[in-house]
């Protein structure tokens, strides 16, 4: 049995190592919430094996052996027989011992299904990997996400099942990609249900209002080489710094064919679109680099994932831990 057992945990880790390798190396699109949800199924499964079957039996055996040394010496000492060869709690440690797949399986449960619940309901870390987000979020922030702020929601199937706030104007929210669900963005929400988005001329419009916004002093882009016109914008209680590339044209060509795409009209100037129930519209804060909604499309409330809140981390700058505007 523990033979088998042994062999058996030994090809589950080696699966779980080599699908971990396959995603490393890109041979295989990775989803890390269904791996850790599988990690605390299997290695919860070892610990109630260990806490319900095989400790009483290491616990049993150890008790066995303490009794048939007992009464060894017992016999032997009625023929005058004091000395007798064997340490019986080295004996017993190993018999208590926990064997080594027990180990790295129900060993390592309770700190699995913690980062498992903290991560699936509370918060979850993301890195920020490319530059749609400056200058509010720069590459190689590192950020916590508020997962329950939206609502709690079911990890790996992303289903809501308690609602909480919806998200605003101006909040900077982490999604599933539409056309690739399997990938997570993060940009700005800039429409909720029902608002007309018009961004024309690189000037953002909601429900016919022009959004204020205020120049400030160019932005030198240390990953560019190159400066960049700011501006700070408010939208609805949220007022933020943004980018705008004066080489850039205003105009957007949509190349994807996406949901609610006909309540969307094209033009030289940019984009104006209805957002339909249950979607909202995202834009990034650098405006001429970000594909973002304005190319393909809404975002549904489904693949909403949480709302960015703090920078807890940047290696190159330390500067830059703290709040997220």
Not at 92 to 110: C, E, H, N, V, Y
Not at 136 to 163: A, E, Q, S
């Given at each position: ?320 831990i703290g709040g997220i505007d």
């Amino acid at each position: 049995m523990l033979g088998f057992m042994s062999t058996l945990t030994a090809l589950v880790l080696a699966v779980f190592v080599g699908y971990g390798g396959a995603w490393y190396f890109g041979m295989v699109e990775g989803n890390f919430s269904l791996l850790l949800f599988l990690a605390t199924v299997v290695t919860g499964i070892y610990w109630l094996a260990e806490k319900f079957y095989f400790w009483p039996q290491r616990r049993k055996a150890a008790a066995r052996l303490e009794q048939e040394a007992f009464a060894r010496r017992a016999e032997l000492a009625g023929q005058g027989i004091t000395q007798v060869d064997g340490n019986i709690e080295d004996a017993r440690s190993k018999l208590i011992m926990q064997p080594w797949w027990l180990d790295w399986t129900a060993g390592l449960f309770p700190v699995i299904v913690i980062v498992f619940l903290l991560r699936s309901f509370l918060f979850e870390p993301f890195k920020i990997p490319s530059g749609s987000m400056i200058p509010t979020l720069l590459i190689g922030d590192l950020i916590l996400v508020n997962k329950f702020h939206y609502g709690v929601r079911l990890p790996v199937i992303n289903r809501k099942i308690l609602d909480n706030n919806n998200p605003q104007r101006g909040d900077v929210m982490v999604f599933r990609y539409p056309p690739k669900p399997s990938l997570d963005y993060i940009k700005r929400v800039v429409g909720v249900p029902g608002d007309e988005v018009a961004y024309l001329n690189k000037k953002l419009t909601v429900n016919g209002k022009p959004l204020p916004r205020a120049a400030l002093p160019d932005f030198f882009d240390e990953d560019a080489l190159r400066y960049a016109k700011q501006f700070r914008e408010t939208s609805g209680n949220k007022t933020y710094r943004l980018l705008n590339d004066e080489d850039r044209a205003p105009f957007i060509s949509s190349r994807y064919d996406f949901p609610f795409k006909q309540n969307c009209r094209y033009s030289i100037e940019g984009v104006v679109c209805k957002v339909p129930a249950g979607h909202y519209f995202m834009m990034g804060d650098n405006r001429d680099n970000s594909e973002d909604s304005r190319y393909w499309g809404f975002v549904p409330e489904a693949n909403i994932v949480g709302k960015a809140f703090f920078v807890w981390m940047n290696f190159g700058n330390l500067k830059r831990i703290g709040g997220i505007d």
